[in-house]
């Protein structure tokens, strides 16, 4: 297998409030041999919120981040759903439209770029599975976790809308995708690859990595629901029932850790386990991961480099 190269964008909240996704996607990406080119440059992707607004700043911000990955000339990977949900969504948008392009062209010319749309952008997750393989990384694991009961969560940026998920994280048959799921055929130059295409309803990309890491992933209701971060600002209580509904619902199907491949989720779930117990009159305690935490614990990274110290839930007793 030829090596990988990236253009990795961060987004802000791997560089500040969880330093151990960042850590631990870089470890895990020196154990498999992908190479990851830091975007320095690169800005917030306004998080949904400044899409609310100033709807054209959006585009302009996201597609000079795409831009920088562009300039490399290498394909773009982001570690944050919400991330990965704005900078597709401008993708697509000046992708189909030649005259918002070119609005969007007039202003970052002046900061002397030029957004092409020759860059792709997915999820680490599925550059993981789909261009790394499950395969290859299951031969890699040193440390399997079997002894865990791992309850994904996918959270709602990543897999929605489901025809924007599946045009930017895999190849394209030749007929419209709309809804469904499994697994999808792709041809090229005599080869035959094998992509997901993610039901949003009944995803399976982040239960296929744990059982490659040899963990048991745990089936429960609420795995592909809201976290309620985005709503914590404006309704701390919704936000409250949306986090202690999902982390009791794995609790109670037998969980030992929650992971996801979303930093915005990931903070909301192992911040407010506290107030969204009391909220719900029941005591809430479990970690959770990042998914690269997950696959570096997995490949044997030390601590240091999975960064378990920064998470809040008891997650340092996960190395033991």
Known sequence: MSKLKYA????CTARES???LLSSTLAVAEKLGIELVLLDEASCCGASHLQ???EFLSLVLNARNICYAEKLGLPMVTICNTCQLNTVMTKERLDHDPELK?????KLAEVGLEY???STVRHFLYALIDDYGLENISEKVVKPLSHFNIAPFYGCHNIRPSHIHYKHNMPQPDYEVSE?????A???EGLMYKYTHENPYVPTSLERLIEALEGKSVEYESKNKCCGFHVDLQAPKTSNALTGTALSDAIDHGADVVVTPCPLCQLNMDLKQESAGKQLGREIEIPVLHMPQMVALALGCTPEQIGLKFNV????????
């Open 52 to 54: 609310d607004f100033d």
């Open 313 to 320: 839930t008891k997650a340092t007793e996960l190395y033991a």
């Open 8 to 11: 990795l964008y961060t987004g």
């Open 116 to 118: 092409k749309g020759t």
């Open 102 to 106: 070119a609005r969007v062209n007039e």
């Open 186 to 188: 792709y041809e090229e």
């Open 180 to 184: 469904g799921g499994g697994e999808v």
């Open 18 to 20: 969880t330093p151990e």
